[in-house]
T-cell receptor, first 115, second 112 residues
Framework: GAGVSQTPSNKVTEKGKYVELRCDPI?????LYWYRQSLGQGPEFLIY????????DSGLPNDRFFAVRPEGSVSTLKIQRTERGDSAVYLC?????????????FGEGSRLTVL | GENVEQHPSTLSVQEGDSAVIKCTYS??????FPWYKQELGKRPQLIID?????GEKKDQRIAVTLNKTAKHFSLHITETQPEDSAVYFC???????????FGTGTRLKVLA
């Protein structure tokens, strides 16, 4: 695919359930970011991967949130024991990485609704 | 850590007029400042960017200026058109952490 792909596009779940959101970055991009965007707000940084490792996870709000990128390509954001306040659009973005142009390429996002 | 503030939160202009959106940042280590446009229900898309070694950059009707001393940068859109209506986000990249911090967004409405 030509762009960043995110699945599912929409997820409705009940409070307390476990959720996984998937991001497939642009091929060859070493940097991958997860952001959370609430209605009327800017993207809020969650975590940044350079290759397989989480270079900065300082934006994860608490230990219910976890993300992995085991082979340096696809990434999964995992949310345990979901709460209504987790409802938001979760955006993934990729970039060529250090030394690249700096442009972030965003996916269409996964809209999470926790009932 | 870096903090980016953006103003105004909403902006209405008449078609053909200019629009200016301003952002300030806190971390002097930031060296890359992109602007993204997000239409309703769509992904953010880069429209213009500037690096810290440049004071101004222009691309047709869009320009960005950077004042490193004051730590602020601005987006200028001239001859606005209805299709410019969207939410615009500024961001700053910390060169040490590679973390992009976004502003809270400006909803631009161009009135025909």
């Amino acid at each position: 695919g030509a762009g960043v792909s995110q699945t599912p596009s929409n997820k409705v779940t009940e409070k307390g359930k476990y959720v996984e959101l998937r991001c497939d970055p642009i091929s060859g991009h070493t940097a991958l970011y997860w952001y959370r965007q609430s209605l009327g707000q800017g993207p809020e940084f969650l975590i940044y991967f350079q290759g397989t490792g989480a270079a900065d996870d300082s934006g994860l709000p608490n230990d219910r949130f976890f993300a992995v990128r085991p082979e340096g390509s696809v990434s999964t954001l995992k949310i345990q024991r979901t709460e209504r306040g987790d409802s938001a659009v979760y955006l993934c973005a990729s970039s060529p990485g250090p030394g690249g142009t700096g442009e972030l390429f965003f996916g269409e996002g996964s809209r999470l609704t926790v009932l | 850590g870096e903090n980016v503030e953006q103003h105004p939160s909403t902006l209405s202009v008449q078609e053909g007029d200019s629009a200016v959106i301003k952002c300030t940042y806190s971390d002097s280590a930031s060296n890359y400042f992109p602007w993204y446009k997000q239409e309703l229900g769509k992904r953010p898309q880069l429209i213009i960017d500037i690096r810290s070694n440049v004071g101004e950059k222009k691309d047709q009707r869009i320009a960005v200026t950077l004042n490193k001393t004051a730590k602020h940068f601005s987006l200028h859109i001239t001859e606005t058109q209805p299709e410019d209506s969207a939410v615009y986000f500024c961001a700053a990249l910390d060169s040490g952490t590679y973390k992009y911090i976004f502003g809270t967004g400006t909803r631009l409405k161009v009135l025909a």
